[in-house]
């Protein structure tokens, strides 16, 4: 029953089932009606369920959550799409001090089932505000599920377990992937929405990532492999929470962690990875966890983002860096 598809396919099939099993789950955001998103995630999803279940809303981020909210409230599942990363703060607010809080503030009598589509990261060549990766401000706050897929599977997959979780779901989408292609089993029994996976088995080092940093750090265990290295990829796909116990499983085994992610490293979720992973594991490791990611600045224009984002050369570096201990 598997059926290759680009990414970005893969989640308009997934918002499709839904959209057809539930009538109470509705698609929201600007564009994502007629012209079907600016990247074309929601294609044809208007046409094929009307106005009234996909719905083109004005430019108002703010006003989005806060009307997806209000419908969680009367018993609907909408997903809204923020229609890229930087755009997402007007709706700061309406997501960390309503979305993320209704739920304690009810006593757990108040479900939240929204989820928040956000487009994230750079290689695209877009300009300012297209290209952030803002995951760990909103991991921060207690109350929300952040996840983010590195393949179409579990684009499809996580799309239909963050749309039918009782508790709002961040959805990022590593759109620098949109168009990358995979295998999708629709009728597949999907594992835990926040387990990790360990995509390449290996000995020597393990590379931790998630969504658009993924792919490369396979690249990079390829071209270690060349040199006689044999390092180990786990996918966490999810930033909250996070899969620690399979991140120790895997270092236990290799002793020696790099963690990758678009962010900036300064205060970003791999931080919070090595900070656990030296509590848990002291007396595993070789070496410090090392973290590879984006620098503490501005993204920067996109004639520069090849320099700002993390590439095969740093990557393999720190690897290097790690096994010098």
């Known amino acids: 029953m598997a059926e290759k598809m680009a990414l970005a396919k893969a989640i308009n099939e997934s918002l499709r089932r839904a959209l057809d099993a539930d009538p109470k789950v509705l698609v929201m955001g600007e564009d994502v009606g007629k012209l079907g998103g600016v990247f074309r995630v929601t294609d044809g999803l208007q046409k094929d369920f009307g106005e009234s279940r996909v719905i083109d809303t004005p430019l108002a981020e703010s006003g989005i959550v806060g009307t997806a909210i209000g419908l969680a409230l009367r018993g609907y599942r909408p997903v809204v799409e923020i229609q890229f990363d930087g755009f997402v703060f007007p709706a700061y607010d309406q997501i960390v001090t309503q979305l993320a809080k209704m739920h304690a503030r009810a006593l757990g009598k108040v479900k939240m089932p929204v989820v928040v589509r956000i487009p994230y990261g750079g290689g695209i060549g877009a300009v300012e505000h297209h290209s952030e990766s803002p995951e760990a401000l909103f991991a921060h706050v207690a109350g929300l599920k952040i996840v983010s897929p590195s393949n179409a599977s579990d684009a499809y997959w996580m799309m239909q377990q963050a749309i039918q979780s009782d508790d709002p779901v961040i959805f990022f989408e590593p759109k620098r ?7 999708v089993d629709t009728e597949a029994i999907p594992g835990p929405l926040h387990k990790a996976r360990v995509v390449r088995e290996g000995t020597d080092l393990t590379l931790a990532a998630y969504g658009p940093m993924v792919k490369l750090c396979q690249e990079v265990a390829d071209a ?24 120790q499983a895997s270092v236990e085994k290799t002793r020696r962690l790099v963690v990758v992610h678009e962010a900036p490293v300064f205060f970003g979720s791999g931080a919070e990875i090595a900070a656990r992973i030296t509590e848990r594991c002291f007396y595993h490791l070789e070496a410090p966890v090392l973290r590879v990611g984006g620098y503490h600045a501005p993204y920067p224009p996109a004639r520069l983002e090849e320099s700002y984002l993390p590439d095969l050369d740093r990557v393999l570096d720190a690897v290097d860096r790690s096994l010098a201990y």
């Open 177 to 183: 992937r949109y168009w990358d292609k995979g295998e």
């Open 224 to 247: 270690a492999a060349e040199e006689g290295r044999n390092l180990e990829v786990l996918d966490l796909r999810s930033v909250s929470p996070i899969d620690f116990d399979a991140v």
